[in-house]
């Protein structure tokens, strides 16, 4: 089965640092790897995709990610943090399980970041 | 485009009552997805639909919940009876095809005491 896991529930870094929320999957075949973000009272915003091609994926809002598959991995990047990308960030794993495309999400990483 | 919209956007009940829950996805969407919210498990998918066909209900708690999709504009979640269980914020999503990235609505926090 599928699986996504964000080992970190909460994320801190200061204004104008490089941040990186981390994602990691487990899914049979190619995998189809998404970041959401979510803001207070909201539903999820699409941020970026990875389907296939190029490994360093850009997105909106100046997020980019890059996709490993030797480690799994699909952590989402950016250069330098702003106050206002403090949300709760979340990857999303899209595959096939059990004959049928199915969409996991992972638990969700909380982004500070102080002014 | 007015994005995936949802309503009612909260909806108080009392237990045992029926709540319908309603999700107009985007215009030219073929696949319709349903998610619960609360902070104990996260994000859940409850139901997806392919051009109007339930495909995965996996995830539907239990036979109190059911959804339908009758046309391609217009789905419904339906709680009957509803617990206190059920409280939770309610999203609905949907997307191109069943591969793209999907577009969620603002969600339906549903409080059921």
């Known amino acids: 089965a599928q699986s996504v896991a964000q080992p970190e529930d909460q994320v801190n870094v200061a204004e104008g640092n490089p941040l990186t929320v981390k994602c990691t999957y487990s899914?049979?075949?190619?995998?189809?790897l998404f970041w959401y973000v979510q803001y207070p009272n909201r539903g999820l915003q699409f941020l970026l995709k990875y389907i296939t091609g190029d490994n360093l994926v850009k997105g909106s809002y100046g997020f980019e990610a890059e996709f490993n598959k030797s480690q799994t991995s699909f952590h989402l990047k950016k250069p330098s943090a702003l106050v206002s990308d403090s949300a709760l960030y979340f990857c999303a794993v899209r595959g096939l399980d059990g004959g049928g495309f199915k969409t996991i999400f992972g638990a969700g990483t909380r982004l500070f970041v102080k002014a | 485009d007015a994005g995936v919209i949802q309503s009612p956007r909260h909806e108080v009940t009392e237990m045992g009552q029926e709540v319908t829950l309603r999700c107009k996805p985007i215009?030219?969407?073929?696949?319709l997805f349903w998610y619960r919210q609360t902070m104990m498990r996260g994000l859940e998918l409850l139901i997806y639909?392919?051009?109007?066909?339930?495909?995965?209900d996996s995830g539907m708690p239990e036979d109190r919940f059911s959804a339908k999709m009758p046309n391609a504009s217009f789905s419904t979640l339906k709680i009957q009876p509803s617990e206190p269980r059920d409280s939770a914020v309610y999203f609905c999503?949907?997307?191109?095809?069943?591969?793209?990235?999907?577009?969620f609505g603002p969600g339906t926090r549903l409080t059921v005491t």
């Open positions: 999503a949907s997307s191109r095809d069943r591969v793209a990235e999907q577009y």
């Open positions: 899914v049979s075949g190619n995998p189809y």
């Open positions: 639909f392919n051009n109007n066909v339930p495909i995965d």
């Open positions: 215009s030219g969407h073929n696949s």
